[in-house]
């Protein structure tokens, strides 16, 4: 009998995916396991199987293609059999409409006179665009966004003004919607701390020679990270509503810039772990982020998070917490700064600027005052935190 194959949540955060290629095509036979199409989710880019048997029948939604979770993507069923019953011509319809490069696509279209013009003056297809506005009305901005879109990104012009639309991709946007929700419903509150670098750098540096190759500044904050935590376990928690999810483990993400949006590979079980096995760790899954390969495991649930941006010479900087954490620190460039030593004579040193940022429903100042106290006395004395 066929079946409509829906689009299913590939992440645990995927409410939507892009199909970018269609591994099989109408008539071919599939067997469970077998990949019918690569997709790209709000993480990385992801394979579906197929999970049944059969031969496909129809594909309703072209390459290139944005899908929401719970959409049919294709008919797979019995070679010849009839399956037109099967199919809401509303749904196809919408799919179709929703398609960046889709042809077959069904006559008449419901579009303001503006949106028309428009859509002559940039050669759009209105058949190609999904309406956003009153009964799925296509309106002047559906146009200039869908342009944008089948090249990936072009120039339009408005009057006087020229600007640039870029498509979104599903990373961006998912985090765009998570950072949005974090700000708006997270009560922040930020504190900052100067951290002494001179011994990091001494330890680090000694460390590297004997080793014949680098460790990452990354790999050593973790460390300290984890050491302040296990003093101050209270910060390694969520808010769940009605209570306090406390953590027994200690799960750090580090978030990773990509090109189409930010990553946050997770270091996981980072309390029964030395600086040498979280370097070793940490390398492969930036290589896994960077590539695109890293599964939903290894980017959801970190319990803490750091943000880097002293590669790009930033002093200071606060940072959205990634839920479900309560917290997140901000780790800025380090800097070389006069300041007065024990006897009041003027030394230079190598500082840091690290802020933290805390959920308010979880963390008390004076807790997150405690924690930032302990990590700059780690971070100072590092010896005792690093095996």
């Known amino acids: ?6 689009m299913i949540a590939l992440s645990p955060t995927m409410e939507a995916g892009v199909i970018t290629k269609w591994n099989k095509k109408v008539g071919d036979k599939v067997s469970t396991g077998d990949l019918l199409c690569e997709v790209e989710t709000d993480k990385a880019a992801m394979d579906y199987e197929s999970q049944i048997d059969g031969t496909i029948l129809k594909i309703l939604v072209p390459d290139k293609t944005r899908v929401k979770v719970g959409d049919p993507i294709a008919v797979i069923g019995e070679d010849g059999e009839e399956f037109s019953g099967l199919l809401d011509l509303s749904t196809e319809k919408k799919t179709a409409q929703s398609s960046i490069h889709s042809e077959n696509l069904p006559g008449g279209v419901k579009a303001s006179p503006l949106a028309r013009e428009t859509a002559r003056k940039l050669g759009v297809d209105l058949h190609s665009v999904e309406g956003s506005g009153p009964g799925g009305r296509i309106v002047k901005e559906d146009v ?6 089948i090249n990936n990104k072009k120039t339009t012009e408005t009057g006087a003004v020229t600007f640039t639309a870029e498509k979104l991709s599903e990373k961006r946007r998912v985090t765009a919607r998570r950072m949005s929700q974090s700000a708006a419903n997270i009560p922040h509150f930020y504190l900052s701390i100067p951290v002494r670098m001179d011994s990091i750098i001494h330890t680090r540096n000694s460390l590297n020679k004997k080793r014949g190759k680098k460790i990452s500044m990354n790999a050593f904050l973790i460390k300290f990270v984890t ?29 990773v810039a990509l090109s189409d949006g930010l990553i946050t590979p997770i270091v996981k079980n980072c309390e029964a772990k030395g600086i040498l096995q979280i370097d070793d760790e940490l390398k492969i899954l930036i290589d896994k982020a960077k590539s695109g390969r890293l599964t939903p495991e290894e980017y959801t649930g970190a319990t803490f998070t750091i943000s880097n941006l002293g590669a790009w010479g930033v002093r200071s900087f606060t940072a959205i917490i990634n839920p479900p954490a309560s917290a997140i620190l901000a780790v800025g460039e380090i800097f070389k700064e006069p300041v007065a030593d024990e006897d009041e004579k003027i030394v230079v040193q190598s500082r840091m600027m690290l802020t933290l940022s805390s959920d308010h429903r979880v963390i008390d100042g004076a807790m997150a005052a405690a924690f930032a106290a302990d990590l700059r006395g780690i971070m100072e004395n590092p010896a005792e935190a690093l095996f």
């Not at 009998?1 to 829906?6: C, D, G, H, Q, S």
């Not at 200039?144 to 879109?149: L, M, R, S, V």
């Not at 050491?227 to 580090?254: E, H, M, Y």
């Open 227 to 255: 050491v302040a935590l296990r003093r101050n376990p209270q910060i390694n928690a969520s808010w769940q509503d009605d209570s306090i999810k406390q953590f027994s483990n200690i799960d750090i993400g580090l978030a």
């Open 144 to 149: 200039e966004q869908n342009a944008a879109a």
């Open 1 to 6: 009998m066929a079946e409509k194959i829906l």
